[in-house]
């Protein structure tokens, strides 16, 4: 008699596994489903912790897919013109890793923020005046993480890069001024089909950025990271202030 109490109590905790209502870490995904959210505009986008952004450019529109017994603890408002989206799912000791993922299409975007230890995956080409794209936790200590890469095709005028985490990015199609700053951490950039006419540059990381600018370089290697360029631009000041190099790969 007692073995059943404790049997009893387990069956117990195994039916409620498949309920949203579950404790988070024995909380099953359940099924699949979409969800779209209705927000205000927005011209910024933060991803935060366990949610995929998946990212396109037309008419503003957002879409939740997770798991039905997950969903409600999917957190996705503007803030101050900026969409947050935050998974609060935080424990899946009995569930797969990144079955969140977040649709958004939108008109114009001037930021994304990376924090999601997943990538963002642009579908067709953003075509914007300014984009800064950001994994860092400048504003303030570990109030973000600063882990999540970046795939995208850009159409851009100016392109800015701030991160000092783990966070990579392989981006292509046209951005005509470039400005990449790594200030600490092991980023890389593989841009080499980025077709970039002004590159500037302050490198504190220990990766690499390869990449293929085609009038200017200006800028500082200022870790043991790399420049390597795919090209041979007309002007170049950059400075060399520790193992770091720029190096030519034709």
């Known amino acids: 008699m007692?073995?059943?109490g404790p049997i009893i109590i387990a069956v117990l905790i195994l039916i409620s596994c498949g309920s949203e209502n579950s404790w988070d870490c024995l909380q099953t995904?359940?099924?699949i489903i979409t969800e779209e959210v209705e927000v205000v505009n927005f011209n910024a986008i933060s991803v935060l912790?366990?949610?995929q952004l998946i990212i396109s450019q037309g008419t503003q529109r957002v879409r939740v897919e997770t798991g039905e017994n997950l969903i409600n603890d999917v957190e996705v408002y503007v803030d101050n013109g900026t969409l947050i989206i935050d998974n609060k799912n935080s424990c899946n000791l009995v569930r797969d890793y990144g079955v969140?993922?977040?649709?958004?299409?939108i008109p114009d975007i001037t930021e994304i923020r990376n924090a999601s230890?997943?990538?963002v995956i642009g579908e067709g080409v953003l075509s914007v005046t300014e984009l800064t794209l950001t994994s860092d936790d400048l504003e303030e200590e570990d109030l973000y993480r600063k882990v999540g890469d970046f795939r995208l095709n850009l159409d851009v005028d100016q392109l800015t890069i701030i991160t000092n985490g783990k966070s990579n990015f392989f981006l292509d199609g046209r951005a005509t001024a470039v400005d990449i700053n790594f200030l600490d951490g092991?980023?890389?950039?593989?841009?080499?089909a980025l077709d970039v006419n002004t590159l500037s540059v302050f490198h504190r990381g220990t990766n690499d950025i390869?990449?293929?600018p085609q009038t200017s370089v200006t800028g500082e290697l200022r870790s043991t990271g790399n420049l390597i360029l795919r090209s041979r631009p007309a002007v170049v000041d950059l400075q060399e202030l520790y193992t770091g190099?720029?190096?030519y790969q034709d």
């Open 29 to 31: 995904t359940g099924e």
């Open 49 to 51: 912790q366990r949610s």
């Open 186 to 192: 092991d980023n890389r950039c593989e841009c080499t």
């Open 210 to 212: 390869i990449i293929a």
């Open 117 to 119: 230890g997943l990538p």
């Open 245 to 247: 190099r720029l190096i």
């Open 100 to 105: 969140t993922k977040v649709y958004v299409t």
């Open 2 to 4: 007692k073995v059943i």
